[in-house]
Structures are given as structure tokens and as C-alpha cells.
């Protein structure tokens, strides 16, 4: 088993930043991806950022790129969400997510992890 927390959301203004950390613990070898997904009220989960670290891989949803920077310290069971210039529309509940199911990429869709963090609520302000 692996478990997931997520911790750094508040409320900020539009075009400030925030940063996100996910901390996972238990079975950390079984996997090698991480995501970012959130989920805003009435919608639908979807994938904000991953990181495969097998190869060394990163990918971006469109509404985020060049605004947000998903990192991970290499040895360490963190992967952070660095949020630059945020926007209203950017308000949900984030959460981190962890998979094995993708060798050789990115998995993008939420049915393809495995483990998933309770979510850290974040809100921008106009």
C-alpha cells in the first residue's frame, strides 16, 4: 500500500503563487508516476501534471503550461506542484496520485492510478 498527503493549498489572489507538496509513504518502489489532478464543484476530475521518473518524463494539461512546474527531489518521497500566476478558474481540490502503469509515459487519465491523497482545497480570488 501506498499513502498520499497533500499539504500547502489556501486562498490566494489571481497572479499570485502557491506551491504544493505531495508526501507518499508505505510501498514507495511500487510505482514511478505521479500526478497532479484536481476537481472543481460539478465537474469532473482532470489531470493538471505527471511526472514518470523512469524515463525522466514530465506532461502538461494545456490550462496549465508554462504556469505550473511539477517537480520531485530525486531520493525522496515528495513531489511538489509549483502554481505560478494563478487564475480563478484554477480553484479546486487538488490531489496527488501514483502508478506503475505507465513505463514509458505519463498516464493521464484518473483511472490510471492506483493510489490517490485525500486533496488540499485550493482558491484564487479575482
Known amino acids: 500500500q501506498v499513502q498520499l498527503v497533500e499539504s500547502g493549498g489556501g486562498l490566494v489572489q489571481a497572479g499570485d503563487s502557491l506551491r504544493l507538496s505531495c508526501a507518499a509513504s508505505?510501498?514507495?518502489?511500487?510505482?514511478?508516476?505521479m500526478g497532479w489532478f484536481r476537481q472543481a464543484p460539478g465537474k469532473e476530475r482532470e489531470f493538471v501534471t505527471g511526472i514518470n521518473w523512469s524515463v525522466s518524463m514530465t506532461h502538461y494539461s494545456d490550462s496549465v503550461k508554462g504556469r505550473f512546474t511539477i517537480s520531485r527531489v530525486n531520493g525522496k518521497n515528495t513531489v511538489y506542484l509549483q502554481m505560478n500566476s494563478l487564475k480563478p478558474e484554477d480553484t479546486a481540490v487538488y490531489y496527488c496520485a501514483a502508478t506503475a502503469r505507465g513505463p514509458y509515459t505519463v498516464v493521464v487519465g484518473p483511472e490510471g492510478y492506483d493510489y490517490w491523497g485525500q486533496g488540499t482545497q485550493v482558491t484564487v480570488s479575482s
Open positions: 508505505g510501498r514507495v518502489s511500487s510505482y514511478n508516476t
